[in-house]
């Protein structure tokens, strides 16, 4: 099997706009066998464009072995911000790895999760900005129809917590009991859904207008199982979901993280990896109806690395970015690439 880098290596383009300040809002940081991503590999991607900080994003890895299971997902936040710490420590990287940190915590523990959270802002007060509790879901005849699905499971690499999405959770008043936390602390909630389910996010947002909600991988559109060959169907219905979902202020959009298998496009079965303008081919009418829609004041450019990793360079995937927004405003660009995730996960600005 070829090595993933010397795969990618295989598309090298000059970076565009190197002096451009980004911020990026979600990747994730793991140890997993074969496939490594820790402060190293970061640091050499993103010294690819001028990233001045990121987001890390919840993904199951080093949670603790503490007696109290749902406190075990401490563990990540504490592995996330020990990255950070020695990523200041470190002159030869220029950017502030993991300013941020967003964690998880079972919401369906009602106002119990109160203990979590209060957990999570302990081990890094200064870093610690929010939830993600998976939302994702599938039911098994839509799982079992495409191995992409089962290969890149978000329960495949789960520690010791079960954190398998449940059927409506969104809708769910135990969860919603949970949820109702996260203002108290000014606390953000990623919301990762797949397409059929923005009605849920749509519901929950009009519930807790207080609440920031930031909607993840431009709402999950996916082009797998029982979707295989069906994007063209499915846009329509996504942008009528987009566009109601714009309505509530509270929420924001991260415009990427559609280059995962689960989205369909297959370009990690391909012989040769995507360049920018392939993926601006296949990607620029998604992209640029939701950011209309949203505005670039509620949107924010993201990698969604490593997983993306599986499709395309870092430097392939902040290409496509800037080639996409060549004709929006200095202003506009300036909140999609940087202000807008600043704002969002209120970040000192470096």
């Known amino acids: 099997m070829q090595d993933l880098n010397t795969w990618l290596d295989q598309i090298v383009e000059e970076t565009l706009e190197p002096e451009l300040p980004i911020i990026d809002p979600h990747h994730h940081l793991w140890d997993r066998p074969n496939s490594p991503y820790l402060l190293k590999d970061i640091a050499e991607d993103v010294s690819t464009h001028n990233i001045r900080q990121t987001i890390f994003i919840e993904c199951g890895e080093m949670y603790s072995d503490s007696d109290n299971v749902n406190m075990r997902v401490v563990g990540e936040t504490e592995f996330a911000s020990q990255i950070g710490k020695m990523s200041d420590k470190d002159s030869n990287i220029t950017a502030r790895?993991?300013?941020g940190v967003v964690g998880t915590a079972n919401l369906l523990l009602g106002?119990?999760?109160a203990q979590v959270l209060e957990a999570h802002i302990a081990a890094n007060p200064d870093r610690f900005k929010g939830i993600r509790h998976r939302a994702v879901w599938l039911d098994e005849h839509t799982i079992n129809q495409d191995k992409d699905i089962l290969e890149n499971s978000p329960t495949k690499h789960i520690n010791t917590v079960d954190r398998t999405p449940k059927e409506s959770m969104l809708l769910d008043e135990t969860f919603r009991k949970g949820f109702r936390q996260l203002s108290k602390y000014d606390l953000t909630f990623e919301g990762w859904v797949y397409h059929p389910q923005l009605n849920e996010l749509y519901d929950l947002a009009?519930?807790?207008p207080d609440t920031k909600i930031i909607l993840n991988h431009l709402g999950g559109p996916l082009g797998t199982g029982i979707y295989r060959g069906k994007l063209d169907e499915i846009?329509?219905?996504?942008?009528?979901?987009i566009a109601k979902l714009a309505q509530c202020k509270n929420i924001y959009l991260k415009v990427g993280g559609i280059q995962m298998p689960l989205n369909g496009h297959d370009w990690h079965r391909r012989p040769v990896p995507p360049s920018s303008d392939e993926l601006i081919a296949v990607n620029h009418d998604w992209y640029m109806y939701a950011i209309e829609q949203f505005g670039p004041e509620r949107?924010?450019?993201?990698?969604n690395f490593p997983v993306d990793k599986q499709s395309c360079s870092y430097n392939v995937v902040w290409n496509q970015f800037k080639k996409l927004s060549m004709k929006l405003s200095e202003t506009e660009r300036q909140?999609?690439?940087h202000d807008t995730a600043m704002n969002v996960?209120?970040?000192e600005k470096i």
């Open 97 to 99: 790895i993991a300013s």
């Open 111 to 113: 106002e119990e999760v």
């Open 206 to 208: 009009q519930a807790f």
């Open 235 to 241: 846009y329509p219905f996504w942008k009528k979901q």
């Open 299 to 303: 949107s924010m450019f993201e990698s």
């Open 335 to 337: 909140f999609l690439f």
């Open 345 to 347: 996960y209120q970040l």
